[in-house]
């Protein structure tokens, strides 16, 4: 290690993720400051629309989108392709379907969502993220490779060795407890906890998404209690003392003035609070106070421009922006939506991105109860907690936020940009992750002589 903290060599890292690496806040700042420690950071990814297959994303962090089959039927391989087309159409799966649709199974139907979601299980740790092979052709140079937990982990974790390099975990999910594998049968958990539990113990670092999470991993997988690595955003105009003002919103969806605004951004998906505020925009308490505003993208984009068009004036939906433009579009915001219902152990340990970013952006937030979140929200006076099943509470509290003297919300907005911008920021949580890889860079001869 040198006198100024820094590695005493530089590592060649290569993240892997199971996304197009569009929005993935978490890693792209993680990459960023390893960058500027430093370190050579490549990040590998899916392809998309209209998407680069390779760009330089910071000074030292260059991301390449490999060509990846991730059709769910590609977990019936090396079985040829018409039959697995025909398997696929058996258990009613589009052949070329990427996801499982996300309306839940009706009638006889039910029977073959289970084979469905094993395939798509399956497929997941064969396909969905680069694989190891891959890995190795796209960056032969590796030291160390980081990768979410699960999803991208077991292309990360078979390449390292391949490579000569070393395996980190990022828990920023628990996955055995999360979504819809939280809702499969005890034996096919099991079997996926043990063998993440193997892949968890070949690894040389752990980073997890909140203090529960890092308790949970080190008690389960019998290893080094990770270090905590807060989905916070860098401090934002740290300089200015005021929450800043923005109206994006507002003229992007053609909201009135003086309308005000609930703002849910994020993934359109399943069990993140997103059909719950559609049914809370209908309660009396919400239904003529404010606009909803879904900001987003995700399996449930279909429901939510349903629900847009089906309460015109009253629901809105925008596209996601970019990771550097979202502060400046949420402080246009007069409460923040995070909702997260506690429905699987994952979501009640979890603390998201958005919770973070609504706090730095000055707007008080709405969050369920029976979670970290609530734990945190109440700890810090933010905003409020709600029952999450009750369309009535939800729509309740948050009136009774928008519906508070508007000097009262200043001092909110206000409270809750100080909070963010001396406990939450990126730069005051990211010490355990520059000393993990510090240390991985460190020659195990050196001891810590300057």
Known sequence: MTAGGRPASSLHITIVAANPFEFDSRFLRSATSLAADGHTVRILGWPGPGLPAEEELAPGVLLTRLDIDRRISSGLRPLPGRVRSAIARLLGLDPGATVLPPDAPRGADRLRHPLRRLLEMGATARGVAPGPVAVLAAAPETDVVPAHARRAGPGGRAAAPRLGGRFVYDVADYHTEAARLARMPWVIREVVRRRERRWAREASGFLAVSEPVA?????????????????CPPAWRPDEATPP????????????????????????????????????????????????VFMGYGRLQGSV??????????????????????????????????????????????????????????????????????????????????????????????????????????????????????????????????????????????????
């Open 215 to 231: 308790d949970l991993v080190s008690r389960r997988w019998g290893v080094e209690r990770p270090s905590v690595l807060l989905n």
């Open 245 to 292: 003002v923005s109206d994006r919103i507002r003229t992007a969806a053609g909201i009135d003035a003086g309308r005000p605004i609930v703002l849910y951004q994020g993934g359109f998906s399943v069990d993140r609070g997103v059909e719950e505020l559609v049914a809370a925009a209908d309660e009396p308490a919400l239904r003529d106070l404010a606009a909803v």
């Open 305 to 450: 421009d349903r629900a847009a068009a089906a309460r015109p004036g009253r629901v809105h939906v925008l596209p996601a922006v970019s990771p550097d433009e979202l502060l400046e579009w949420t402080a246009s915001a007069d409460v923040s939506f995070v909702g997260q219902p506690p429905r699987t152990l994952n979501q009640r340990m979890n603390l998201p991105n958005k919770l973070f970013e609504s706090l730095m952006a000055g707007v008080p937030v709405v969050v369920a109860k029976g979670n970290e979140q609530c734990r945190l929200v109440t700890a810090e006076k933010v905003g409020r907690c709600t029952d999450i099943d009750s369309p009535r509470a939800i729509a309740e509290t948050l009136a009774e936020l928008l519906e508070t003297p508007p000097y009262e919300q200043e001092r909110l907005r206000s409270h809750c940009r100080t909070v963010a911008l001396t406990k939450y920021t990126w730069e005051l949580n990211s010490g355990g992750l520059l000393d993990l890889y510090r240390r991985l860079a460190t020659p195990p001869d050196s001891g810590d002589s300057p």
